[in-house]
């Protein structure tokens, strides 16, 4: 789709791909392949349980095998679509004319025809991930859907980028530390108080204010009080 070239930090870095394809011999041999190069692979042999992982976990790129599911590319890139914009490649028996090629857009979507010659499926899987909207620094921590980029101070849900005042992020990059842990309310009022907040009730009532602030940034679930104990950030 794309003949732009791979640049070197992209072939230097290990990304994070997910393989879906009903056939465990295919599955397997891509996610072998991707691993020996150094990736990260997670597999899903069916399209719904590969769509709760995207909308679960982060991703540089899929690779979707169309016989998963016998429906059209369009429509399984349509599922897709939905919940999130990750860059795909798709791999197809053969590319004729009711394939869908015509819904892939250039730069986030690729297709390759079996059998797959796995040199050429991970430069094309680099490509993508190299278009990707999401640039993360060396210093990141992961918790399900969620990415703190520590380093360049920002934050992703679902890959898409999030606003953050500098105080929420310290806040929540604290808790991110202990991801399923409840952190004590006594640790949070710290990172207010390097802010210059007064160490005293009106302290208090803001650590609130900025809870309640990020609750409504992130999903349903993902940051849990216990009240006069403390906060955690669920997985």
């Known amino acids: 789709m794309t003949d732009q070239p791979i640049s070197e930090k ?25 691993r020996l190069a150094g990736h990260r692979v997670e597999e899903a042999d069916k399209l719904a349980s590969g769509l709760r992982m995207v909308q679960k976990n982060a991703y540089a790129a899929a690779i979707i095998d169309l016989s998963i599911q016998r429906i059209s590319l369009a429509k399984i890139l349509g599922k897709l679509r939905l919940i999130s914009k990750l860059p795909v490649l798709f791999v197809m028996a053969s590319p004729d004319i009711h394939s869908g090629l015509e819904s892939l857009a250039p730069g986030g979507e690729d297709f390759l025809v079996k059998p797959v010659d796995e040199r050429e499926l991970l430069i094309r899987l680099l490509r993508l991930a190299g278009h990707s909207s999401l640039k993360l620094g060396k210093k990141t921590i992961e918790i399900g859907r969620l990415i703190i980029d520590s380093r360049n101070r920002q934050i992703f849900l679902n890959r898409q980028l999030l606003e953050f005042t500098p105080t929420e992020f310290d806040l929540l990059a604290r808790m991110s530390l202990n991801p399923g842990e409840l952190v004590p309310r006594r640790i949070l009022q710290k990172v207010l108080n390097r802010k210059g907040a007064a160490q005293d009730d009106a302290a208090n009532n803001l650590l609130d204010v900025y809870i309640m602030r990020l609750r409504k940034k992130l999903l349903p679930g993902m940051l849990v009080s216990r009240r006069g104990f403390g906060n955690m950030l669920n997985p």
Do not use: K
């Not at 992209?10 to 392949?33: C, E, K, T, W």
């Open 10 to 34: 992209n072939l230097s870095r290990d990304y994070n791909f997910l393989v879906m394809a009903a056939d465990p011999a295919i599955r397997h041999s891509i996610a072998s392949g991707l």
